[in-house]
């Protein structure tokens, strides 16, 4: 209840953030009550129907990504004297963070019920016809025990992230004060934590990207026909070796760990030498905010090189009937990833900016213009497009090669 008061007084940026969230359980919804029904519909084909569940888990993990991004930038989540003096503390604000998650998740799920009735023709309109309806399980009672527990899954697993995300930690004893006023001059020359987490993560996250290239390599050549080692996608998509999958899950986890380092070696890059102010602002900034950043932009690369690849080996392929490979549920849980980790970057950059408040009010107390400020982020944003991009579309090339011959 206390969830619901909050959300009918927050600022229509942070109810814009929330109705984002309920979008990707709609859609996270829509594609596991599709795995329902083709199950409804197809009880002998047990294994496509277990193996289009398991692929909902990769939309499922983008939106509790996105949850948990935008709980991070929720105003109710920040401590507060009004709800301090209730007793809510760090554990209830995370509590609370975790319902109102729930509940956007949980409108989301509503919607996709909705929709799935609705395109089922349970609602007293028309069924839709041909592929869709294959999907949907036309004509076949649903168990709504079944129903209610799919539904459950995109809330309950939603909240349960942003509640661990935001628990309270107790501070490492590096970082915590101490009395002796020689102990911080003499640690600030060692490093933090988070340039250990960089400096650590480039290497392993090139190596894990190597070694999925490898992999997918390695399957693509073992495999005697197109039907060995199969691990179906939604819809139609049915022709990936499983070795190939593995690799391309291999190369997902090198790019979260690589783009960190990326992001603070664009940083250095642009503050080296002699650089004047712009640089000076954008290089500083790139390398304090490159884990916070670099994670989602990691995220959001591995979905870009899956794509480009997918898009190059089957965008065009016709099979013996001349339909498209491309099932229809390929596309909705395609879209539902790629929004979800392009809207993930788009908030955690929003949230980095609002952790800057203090430090730009400061830069314009002293003479540092608006517009300054403004290039300067641009100019970031540039750098990453210029680094990341040509990257995922060389990793996207080397993982489709194998499979194009």
Same mark, same amino acid.
């Given at each position: 209840m206390l969830a619901l008061r909050l959300a009918r007084g927050t600022h229509p940026?942070?109810?814009? @953030?929330?109705?984002?969230?309920? #979008?990707? =359980?709609?859609?996270?919804? !829509?594609? +596991?009550l599709c795995t329902l029904g083709h199950a409804l519909g197809h009880p002998e084909a047990a294994g496509g129907s277990a193996a289009r569940l398991l692929w909902c888990l990769v939309p499922l993990a983008a939106a509790m990504q996105l949850a948990v991004a935008v709980a991070r930038t929720d105003p109710a989540t920040r401590p507060q004297p009004g709800l301090s003096s209730v007793g809510l503390g760090p554990v209830g604000l995370a509590l609370l963070a975790a319902a109102s998650t729930a509940v956007s998740a949980a409108v989301g799920s509503a919607l996709a019920l909705f929709s799935f009735l609705y395109l089922r023709g349970d609602l007293g309109g028309e069924p839709f016809g041909g592929s869709v309806a294959d999907v949907l399980g036309a004509g076949q009672p649903l168990p709504y025990a079944g129903v209610l527990t799919l539904l459950f899954v995109v809330p309950a697993l939603t909240g349960a992230a942003v509640a661990v995300a935001l628990r309270p930690r107790k501070p490492r004893p590096d970082n915590a004060k101490s009395p002796d006023p020689q102990k911080p001059v003499a640690a600030a020359g060692q490093p933090s934590a988070a340039h250990t987490t960089v400096s650590t993560g480039l290497p392993w996250g090139v190596a894990l990207t190597a070694a999925g290239i490898a992999l997918g390599t390695y399957a693509s050549r073992t495999a005697s026909s197109p039907s060995d080692g199969l691990l179906p996608l939604p819809g139609r998509l049915d022709t990936i070796p499983a070795g190939v999958v593995g690799g391309w899950v291999l190369i997902a986890i090198g790019l979260v760990l690589a783009c960190p380092g990326l992001t603070h070696l664009c940083g250095r890059l642009l503050a080296s030498?002699?650089?004047?102010?712009?640089?000076?602002?954008?290089?500083?900034?790139?390398?304090?905010?490159?884990? @916070?950043?670099?994670?989602?932009? *990691?995220?959001? &690369?591995?979905?870009?090189?899956?794509?480009?690849?997918?898009?190059?080996?089957?965008?065009?392929?016709?099979?013996?009937?001349?339909?498209?490979? !491309?099932?229809?549920?390929? *596309?909705?849980?395609?879209?539902?990833?790629?929004? &979800?980790?392009? $809207?993930?970057?788009?908030?955690?950059?929003?949230? %980095?900016?609002?952790?800057?408040?203090?430090? %730009?009010?400061?830069? *314009?107390?002293?003479?540092?213009?608006?517009?300054? +400020? @403004?290039?300067? #982020? $641009?100019? @970031?944003? *540039?750098?990453?497009?210029?680094?990341?991009?040509?990257?995922?579309? #060389?990793?996207?090339? +080397? #993982?489709?090669?194998?499979? =194009?011959?």
């Open positions: 940026i942070v109810l814009l @953030r929330r109705l984002m969230v309920a #979008a990707a =359980s709609a859609g996270v919804g !829509f594609l +596991l030498g002699r650089p004047g102010a712009l640089r000076l602002l954008a290089g500083r900034v790139l390398q304090e905010e490159a884990v @916070r950043l670099g994670r989602p932009l *990691g995220v959001l &690369c591995a979905v870009a090189s899956a794509a480009l690849a997918a898009s190059q080996l089957y965008g065009t392929a016709l099979d013996s009937t001349g339909a498209r490979l !491309f099932g229809p549920l390929t *596309g909705v849980g395609a879209a539902v990833v790629m929004a &979800c980790a392009t $809207a993930t970057v788009l908030t955690v950059a929003l949230e %980095t900016k609002g952790a800057r408040i203090d430090t %730009t009010a400061a830069l *314009g107390r002293i003479g540092v213009s608006s517009g300054l +400020l @403004r290039k300067a #982020a $641009a100019l @970031r944003a *540039g750098v990453l497009v210029a680094v990341l991009a040509p990257m995922s579309w #060389a990793v996207a090339e +080397l #993982a489709s090669l194998p499979l =194009s011959r």
